[in-house]
């Protein structure tokens, strides 16, 4: 059975950071483009940012490239999203996927397999 499990969400003020971690267990880790979404009340769920296989390779959407950052450690089977210079319009729940191959997309409908999402509220 293929797991995964967001930690790292909560309560941030304006420009602050917070590191999310999403534990995947139940497939081979290092075969996965592994991505994040993140998905606002009354909004569509929306990419984030993807990371390769290999963990070469990262990908950002344009609203969050220079503040956050994807990894990954493929010992740990662990992909991380560091958030920083938060605003309150990053406000949403996030949540991780895996792809299921290493061919990267942003679109969340072609990722195979999902967490329950982490809830990330950052106050003006």
């Known amino acids: 059975q293929v797991q995964l499990v967001e930690s790292g969400g909560g309560l941030v003020q304006t420009g602050g950071s917070l590191r999310l971690s999403c534990a995947v267990s139940?497939?081979?880790?290092?075969?996965?483009?592994m991505g994040w979404f993140r998905q606002a009340p009354g909004k569509e769920r929306e990419f984030v940012a993807a990371?390769?296989?290999?963990?070469?390779?990262?990908y950002y959407a344009g609203s969050v490239k220079g503040r956050f950052t994807i990894s990954r450690d493929n010992a740990k089977n662990t992909v991380y999203l560091q958030m920083n210079s938060l605003k309150p319009g990053d406000t949403a729940v996030y949540y991780c996927?895996?792809?299921?191959?290493?061919?990267?997309?942003?679109?969340?409908?072609?990722?195979?397999?999902w967490g329950q999402g982490t809830q990330v509220t950052v106050s003006s």
């Open positions: 139940g497939r081979p880790f290092s075969s996965d483009v």
């Open positions: 990371i390769s296989c290999s963990g070469n390779t990262p």
């Open positions: 996927a895996a792809r299921g191959n290493c061919f990267y997309t942003l679109k969340p409908e072609e990722y195979d397999y």
